[in-house]
């Protein structure tokens, strides 16, 4: 069975920095595109940045000069790094990759930008 995990979440004051993690494992044979959305309270889920196993970064507008996706495929993990938050960054944060050419989500990990 293939899982992800994220990590890294929590609270933080505007203007810090937090850096999320992506852990993929299990029978995986590929994985193409690793990304990561978000979920507000009351909202739909969004996209915040993907990066595809081949092609150009896609990034948000909202989160674009803020956040850097990265990935390490021998470690099977992605990572987003998040500098200058802001409180409406605060959402709940979902890894999601193509593994084994099929769509696989994380658990979540919350993200909580407040003074």
């Known amino acids: 069975q293939v899982r992800l995990v994220e990590s890294g979440g929590g609270l933080v004051q505007p203007g810090g920095t937090l850096r999320l993690s992506c852990a993929a494992s299990g029978s995986i044979f590929s994985i193409n595109d690793m990304g990561w959305y978000r979920q507000a309270p009351g909202k739909e889920r969004e996209l915040v940045a993907i990066?595809?196993?081949?092609?150009?970064?896609v990034y948000a507008d909202s989160v674009k000069g803020r956040f850097t996706i990265s990935r390490d495929n021998a470690k099977k993990t992605a990572y987003l790094q998040m500098n200058s938050l802001k409180p409406d960054d605060t959402a709940v944060y979902y890894c999601?990759?193509?593994?084994?050419?099929?769509?696989?989500w994380g658990q979540g990990t919350q993200v909580t930008v407040s003074s």
């Open positions: 999601n990759a193509a593994v084994n050419r099929r769509p696989v």
């Open positions: 990066m595809p196993g081949g092609g150009s970064t």
